[in-house]
């Protein structure tokens, strides 16, 4: 192999330019030229690309971002879309691809190595949503956001005796909301995945704290839980019925609500996208290190069709179709072990 093509796809993450990085100077050690896809698979199909020198990728290990962009490209599931891209492959000389990014990034990746260009996946992204993997990069990062931003949070709920109710990222789960409350110290964490009742497990609970002694509080919630089921693009977790039916459709309607309903002063603060942006932390820049140098010795071995994960704390991998279609039940255990160390 002479050529491997490299990109990043789907939401950013920290973490992702150390992994380019990784993969650049690896290959080059081998002897292999690397070629950079701008913005995904639509850069693919756009031929927008350059050579990637290590020069150019040196100081990369702790960039935010993604210099090679990204973008989501919902025209690549179609036939004539994958072709031109393999065509582009083909001119350019790229022999195998490490694509970078979420479950709908490997989908892409397993269809164009169906299509005949090896593809080997690297799970990048913060919401650690990936099935086959126990740690995505950019989870770690993220979630270091989240409890810096909570805990400035906390600090002037505890002056004003107020509720601060946080929305945290996760697309159509639940685990940066639950390992973030857990981290923190909510007082409540509420996930798309567990269904909740309003009253009882989030006022009456907040009613017996404040009737203990507690005068200021933290709930953090999923974002999904807040998505009206016609706007939604992460469907696959969030019972819509009893979300709806709960009347809880965005933060501000929570908010409101339950500041009437517990006599609690709150605000809502949506953490958005500032969960992805910022320098990656020491374990996402090692994630992302191991997992780039593995990618590339699977190309090198003519191993396509390939995910890369961590199982058991060690670097491994996946066929990319048993990857997607593997389930991750959600941890329920440590949402009540949560709420128990929170009473």
Known sequence: MKTIGIMTSGGDSPGMNAAIRAVVKHASANGIK??????????????NCAELSTASVENLYRKGGTVLKTARFVDFKKPEVIQKAVENCNSLGIEGMVVIGGDGSFRGARDLTHAGIPCVGIPGTIDNDIVCTEDTIGFDSSMNIIIDCISK????????????????????????????????????????????????????????KKANGQNNFIIVVAECVFFPESNSKHKKNVNFEYVNEQGIENIDKFTKRFQAESGVESRGTVLGHIQRGGAPTFHDCILATNMGVHAVNLLIENKSKRVVVMQNGKVTDFDIDEGLSMKKPFDKERLIMATNLNF
């Open 34 to 47: 690397v070629i950079g896809i701008y913005n995904g698979y639509k850069g693919l199909v756009e031929k």
């Open 153 to 208: 949070l906390r600090d002037t709920s505890e002056t004003l005796d107020r509720c601060a109710i946080v929305e945290v990222m996760g697309a159509g789960a639940g685990w940066m909301a639950l390992e973030g409350g857990i981290a923190t110290g909510a007082d409540v964490i509420l996930v798309p995945e567990v269904k909740f009742d309003f009253q009882k497990d989030v006022i009456d609970l907040i009613k017996a």
